[in-house]
């Protein structure tokens, strides 16, 4: 984590308290009382205990925008933006050697540990911060909190074993990977390989791709064309890391990706994660036959790379903490202990221009493309802070993202009310021409090929202009009818801009529909790929039918099949989203392309690819990364390389037991554990996991969770009378699942 520029005093005293030479702590313990219901409709109440030094004047913390009231009066709650809140109380200096008990309703259901506070620091009488402790009550305690009056989502326990049950499959045989090959011939004789050999054949004019690996020998020889053999090697490599040096079948491997584009785009913005992570990511990837990485270093949360000549973009952008007007550094989102200049956590932190053409020139070396991606004009208020800063800091307004007098009345889906530029000034288009040539510039210095800068373009709320003069009038001299034609605008001039650069445009799927066919003609020729990500399939406004029909190239990124981000099931503990339905390595296996959109003759080659999401609202750290990305990718990386069925979920699972978490345990990766199923057969319960002879179970029957030294499951267990729940916890190689809960 590097940071540039000059420190402000007030800066620098956040960093001094957050330092502390003062031994005093403080602790903050979360819990909610539950779900219910009036006839206002639903709430939870949530409880902060605060114990320890309370010589302070306001509790700051992070949590998901909700409608909130503070239930003793004597405390005031303030939202400083969308996701940023404090209390204030003269309660915390009264209470000394006493604790203090803040209960607040949120007008919402509590459905997932995710949704909880997080963020939490004190607000000191000189404006300073100090961290504190915090920990969270268990949601499970008493399960029936976790439910309303009309639902149950905590995942049952019996249906859990029926689909672990479902899971058991025959040890995968010598050729089975993940992605699958496309032909396996086993020939005469056996091997064991311990060579690789290269040769380089003139690529087939339909797949450039196309390759083969020919066991023979105690040789793997590999065919391939020259572009792609990088990536044949690596396929090559792994295949014989997984014989373990034993001997195998002589075989001959034939195979090819069905899609061109075969993406993961990770979100450095809302949480930050560092080059070697990174890196870490992308031997991930390519391991999987991936060959993009979508890289999403700015939204309204943060701006994560050095742009040349916007020094500003970084010092002001990625820099999070206590502020009420994003003057210096942006206000907390999402997580962090109140100081912009932290090193500890997720909140702050950039990639200088030498950490990203590194990057470039790794992915490069294994065959990957990174398509960088500059959120506009929506998603854009980390951008438009600094611009500001920079435009109070030198008088300079040509490169200003909105405009004084600007009475526009808008919320964006994540809540904020100021995160969109303006597309009538010329000094917004000054700006992202910057970035552009900063990136272009970036690129031609790693020597790598930019495949594309995409430009965002989604969720742009409704009202973003209407109170914008410049816009209006840019309206009313150009014909341009309402907003949405004005968004249209915008992006024909960015498309127009990059392709004078001899650039290719990329977009969510908002920047093509509902757009003239006059707009589809001009801004397709030069587009790169269009993501579509909303769950409609069988209309034909569906937004991925609009790619299609305005002959664009489409990436299949749907949010009910390839979002990373989402929660792996409904079960409160889990770590994720949950406002789509939940995504796990089945889900995304199940992303068949004609259910996902519907396609008319001739569609098939405008499918340019998938690709899987992993937005960082949720994530805390580089290991809650990777498991939100393992095993759940592998899914999507079997449907990016074969587009028709292979692997039933038990074949799939047992690769996934027998050949990949022993990788990524060699490599120091982290995963998620699937929980335990439980069986209530005569009074007997059963238990299984869907890694059948791996790991162990422990459970109790007194209500508590079961740690790892409760009671090992060797078999049936005889259930007492008076129990009330059996709790089962899968551990395996030093990691744990949720717990499940049979309530009797």
């Known amino acids: 984590m590097k940071f540039t520029g000059a420190i402000s005093a007030f800066t620098l005293a956040l960093a001094m308290a957050s330092c502390g030479s003062s031994p005093k702590t403080t602790q903050v313990k979360w819990e909610t ?89 004190r607000v000191n009488a000189d404006g300073s911060t100090s961290p504190v402790e915090f920990s969270f009550g268990s949601l499970t305690a008493t399960p029936e909190l976790y439910s309303t009056a009309d639902e149950d989502r905590m995942p049952k326990a019996d249906e859990i074993y029926s689909f672990n049950e479902s899971l058991v499959a025959e040890t995968p045989g010598d050729y089975e990977a993940i992605p699958s090959f496309k032909k396996v011939t086993l020939t005469d004789g056996e091997s064991t390989v311990s060579d690789i050999k290269i040769v380089e054949k003139v690529a087939d004019p339909s797949n450039g791709e196309k390759y083969t690996i020919t066991i023979k020998d105690n040789v793997a020889t590999v065919e391939a064309a020259q572009a792609f053999m990088k990536n044949a090697r690596r396929r090559a490599e792994d295949l014989i890391a997984g014989f373990s040096g034993q001997t195998v079948p002589n075989a001959v ?80 989102i999402h997580a962090g202990d109140g100081n912009p200049d932290s090193t500890e956590g997720t909140a702050n932190g950039y990639f200088t221009q030498d950490d990203f053409i590194a990057m470039l020139q790794y992915a490069d070396s294994l065959g990957i493309k990174v398509l960088p991606e500059v959120e506009s004009p929506g998603h854009g208020r980390a951008a438009i802070k600094a611009m500001e800063n920079r435009y109070r800091k030198t008088g ?10 600007d009475v526009s ?173 939940p995504v796990d390595e089945f889900v995304a296996l199940g992303g068949y392309p004609e259910d996902l959109v519907v396609l008319q003759p001739g569609d098939r080659e405008k499918i340019f690819g998938l690709s899987g999401q992993l937005f960082s609202e949720t994530v805390r750290s580089a290991a809650d990364e990777e498991m939100r990305l393992l095993p759940k990718m592998l899914g999507l990386a079997e449907r990016a390389w074969n587009s028709t069925p292979t692997y039933t979920d038990a074949g799939f699972n047992a690769v996934i037991a027998d050949r990949e978490i022993p990788h990524w345990e060699k490599e120091g990766y982290n995963y998620h554990l699937r929980q335990p199923g439980i069986k209530v057969v005569d009074g007997k319960a059963l238990m299984n996991v869907p890694y059948a002879g791996k790991g162990e179970i422990r459970y109790t029957l007194d209500g508590s969770d079961p740690a790892a030294s409760s009671e090992l499951y060797t078999g049936e267990i005889e259930i007492p009378a008076d129990c009330k729940q059996i709790r089962a916890t899968y551990f395996l190689n030093g990691k744990q699942s949720v717990v499940t809960i049979a309530r009797l």
């Open 33 to 121: 009382l539950g779900n219910y219901s009036d006839e206002s409709g639903n709430y939870y109440i949530q409880r902060m205990t605060v114990t320890g030094d309370l010589d302070f004047d306001r509790l700051a913390f992070n949590q998901y925008p909700r409608v909130m009231k503070s239930l003793n009066p004597a405390d005031t709650l303030i939202e400083i933006i969308p996701n940023y809140y404090c209390i204030a109380s003269p309660r915390f200096r009264e209470a000394q050697g006493d604790s203090v008990v803040i209960e607040i309703r949120v007008n919402d259901v509590m459905r997932s540990i995710c949704y909880a506070p997080d963020g939490f620091h």
């Open 253 to 332: 491997v034939e195979d090819e990706p069905d899609f061109r584009y075969r993406g993961v785009m990770i979100d450095i913005s809302r949480n930050y994660q560092t080059p070697e992570e990174l890196n870490r990511i992308l031997d991930m990837l390519a391991r999987y036959g991936f060959n993009h990485l979508h890289f999403h270093f700015n939204d309204d949360d943060a701006w994560r790379l050095d742009i040349p000549g916007l020094p500003e973009l970084v010092e002001v952008g990625a820099r999070r903490g206590y502020t009420l007007d994003d003057a210096d550094f942006l206000v907390q």
């Open 396 to 405: 300079d307004a040509s490169l200003r993202l909105i405009e004084d007098g």
């Open 409 to 581: 009345t808008y919320t964006s889906a994540q809540g904020f009310h100021d995160n969109v530029m303006n597309p009538a000034l010329e000094s917004t288009y000054k700006f992202l021409e910057t970035v552009f040539d900063g990136l272009i510039d970036m690129y031609a210095r790693a020597g790598v090929e930019l495949p594309a800068i995409h430009i965002g373009g989604d969720e742009v709320p409704h009202g973003a202009w209407g109170g914008a003069p410049s816009v209006i009038k840019y309206k009313e001299e150009n014909g341009v009818a309402n907003d949405h034609d004005m968004h249209a605008v915008f992006n024909r001039r960015l498309s127009d801009y990059l392709a004078s650069k001899g650039v290719k445009v990329s977009g969510w799927q908002e920047v093509v529909c509902g757009r003239s066919d006059d707009y589809n003609k001009a801004v397709s020729a030069n587009t790169y790929s269009v993501n579509s990500w909303t769950q409609s399939l069988t209309s034909p406004d569906a937004p991925s039918r609009q790619a299609l029909d305005g002959n664009y190239p489409l990436i299949l990124s749907n949010v009910n099949r390839f979002y990373l981000d989402m929660s792996s099931s409904y079960h409160p503990d889990e770590r994720g989203l949950t406002w789509s339905t």
